[in-house]
């Protein structure tokens, strides 16, 4: 009797894992998960390009003023 309710709560675990796997590869999931991460990955490159022209900004404001080039439009 015992070994019977294992294998049937094991058999009941099984198909409830195989079914959430299955839904999970449904398209509209697949679609979503993509649509997700792009948008994503979208948010980190537009941050890494804001803070390396933030900090190139920066810099260059360094370099002008090291070498005395603030008004290098005038010089010229």
Known sequence: MIRR???LSL???LTFWVMRGLQALHPNH???R????ATGMLRQ???FT??????????ETELRARFGLDNAEDNN
């Open 5 to 7: 309710l294992f294998y």
């Open 11 to 13: 058999g009941a675990f």
């Open 30 to 32: 697949v679609a979503r």
């Open 34 to 37: 993509t649509a997700d991460s």
């Open 45 to 47: 490159v537009r941050d």
């Open 50 to 59: 804001f803070d390396a022209l933030g900090e190139a900004a920066e810099r």
